[in-house]
């Protein structure tokens, strides 16, 4: 069984180390890529010059992916909060830090990709090229919300929080670790290329924000602690219940695409909702 306690100091600790000069790589490329397509080009021009300098890597992309629909689809899958937040409830118990900078960071998201969505309106594959000319699986879409891949935000920010988490202490290992935890993250995010709802600076952009939003709720929360709650048992009525109800919404999932990733979501979501109804049972023994 895992050590509430150790587990929880770990990530603590790791988290204090999360420092702010992290953010100025990533924000230095965002700026670089700003400054490329939406200030140095017109205002009437600037998606033409966006699309265009990742046609072919996109179209290159999208069919190597494509080749492989079901792992695409079900990679896709886990951009989606309801599916991939589940698959890491069970730190509410034995790591509520991680908890408490992935809520922090979700609600950061959901504004910044809002804001950012509506400001550069940047028209999906879908909308601009031939629909026979590549790979789509699952829903078309059409609208004017391609950048930044809300998908990849959501996905880097877990895998960041993740990462910060379970740095290790010795730099060889930090290295292999990051790498690793990187190549799986870009692995998920560039499915939405092979599903064809993306172009790739789409997937990059997201990718560097949700690295942004995450590092920037570990530093609230280390500043703050205003999710502390999260850590206090006598609420974990509210996680049961919510994860019964969350529970509901991925069997609605399963009966409209019976997916895979599905059912490893909603088998986190029993396992975690055994745990906290057994530790908030015997709470008091």
Same mark, same amino acid.
């Given at each position: 069984?895992?050590?509430?306690?150790?587990?929880?100091? /770990?990530?603590?600790? $790791? =988290?204090?180390?999360?420092?702010?000069?992290?953010? &100025?790589?990533?924000?230095?490329?965002?700026?670089?890529?700003?400054?490329?397509?939406?200030?140095?080009?017109?205002?009437?021009?600037?998606?033409?010059?966006?699309?265009?300098?990742?046609?072919?890597?996109?179209?290159?992309?999208?069919?190597?992916?494509?080749?492989?629909? $079901?792992?695409?689809?079900?990679?896709?899958?886990?951009?989606?909060?309801?599916?991939?937040?589940? #698959? &890491?409830?069970?730190?509410?118990?034995?790591?509520?830090?991680?908890?408490?900078?992935?809520?922090? *960071?979700?609600?950061? *998201?959901?504004?910044?990709?809002? #804001?950012?969505?509506?400001? =550069?309106?940047?028209?999906?594959?879908?909308?601009?090229?031939?629909?026979?000319?590549?790979? #789509?699986?699952?829903?078309?879409?059409?609208?004017?919300?391609?950048?930044?891949?809300?998908?990849? &935000?959501?996905?880097?920010?877990?895998?960041?929080?993740?990462?910060?988490?379970?740095?290790?202490?010795? $730099?060889?290992? /930090?290295? *292999?670790?990051?790498?690793?935890?990187?190549?799986?993250?870009?692995?998920?995010? =560039?499915?939405?290329?092979?599903?064809?709802?993306?172009?790739?600076?789409?997937? &990059?952009?997201? *990718?560097?924000?949700?690295?942004?939003?995450?590092?920037?709720?570990?530093?609230?929360? $280390?500043?703050?602690?205003?999710?502390?709650? #999260?850590?206090?048992?006598?609420?974990?009525?509210?996680?049961?219940?919510?994860?019964?109800?969350?529970?509901?919404?991925?069997?609605?999932?399963?009966?409209?695409?019976?997916?895979?990733? =599905?059912?490893?979501?909603?088998?986190?979501?029993?396992?975690?909702?055994?745990?906290?109804?057994?530790?908030?049972?015997?709470?008091?023994?």
């Amino acid at each position: 069984m895992l050590d509430n306690y150790k587990l929880e100091r /770990k990530v603590t600790n $790791n =988290f204090i180390n999360v420092k702010l000069g992290l953010l &100025i790589p990533p924000f230095f490329l965002l700026l670089l890529l700003c400054s490329y397509f939406f200030i140095f080009n017109d205002v009437e021009n600037y998606i033409a010059g966006y699309v265009n300098i990742q046609k072919d890597l996109f179209f290159y992309l999208n069919g190597k992916l494509s080749g492989f629909p $079901n792992l695409q689809f079900n990679l896709t899958q886990l951009g989606d909060v309801l599916i991939f937040f589940p #698959i &890491i409830t069970f730190f509410i118990i034995y790591a509520p830090k991680i908890w408490e900078a992935l809520l922090t *960071s979700a609600i950061l *998201s959901l504004v910044v990709s809002a #804001i950012l969505k509506k400001l =550069f309106s940047v028209p999906r594959p879908a909308a601009i090229f031939d629909n026979e000319s590549f790979v #789509i699986i699952g829903k078309t879409l059409t609208g004017r919300t391609s950048l930044p891949s809300g998908h990849s &935000i959501t996905v880097f920010i877990v895998i960041t929080i993740l990462l910060f988490a379970f740095m290790p202490k010795r $730099n060889k290992y /930090k290295i *292999s670790w990051s790498l690793l935890i990187f190549t799986l993250g870009f692995v998920i995010t =560039f499915s939405r290329v092979g599903v064809g709802a993306h172009y790739p600076l789409d997937i &990059i952009i997201g *990718s560097t924000i949700g690295y942004i939003v995450a590092i920037l709720g570990i530093h609230i929360n $280390n500043q703050v602690g205003w999710c502390a709650w #999260i850590k206090n048992k006598k609420y974990y009525p509210i996680f049961i219940l919510l994860l019964v109800i969350w529970g509901g919404v991925i069997v609605t999932k399963i009966l409209a695409n019976n997916l895979v990733i =599905f059912y490893f979501s909603l088998l986190s979501l029993v396992v975690s909702l055994y745990l906290i109804t057994r530790a908030y049972v015997q709470r008091k023994h």
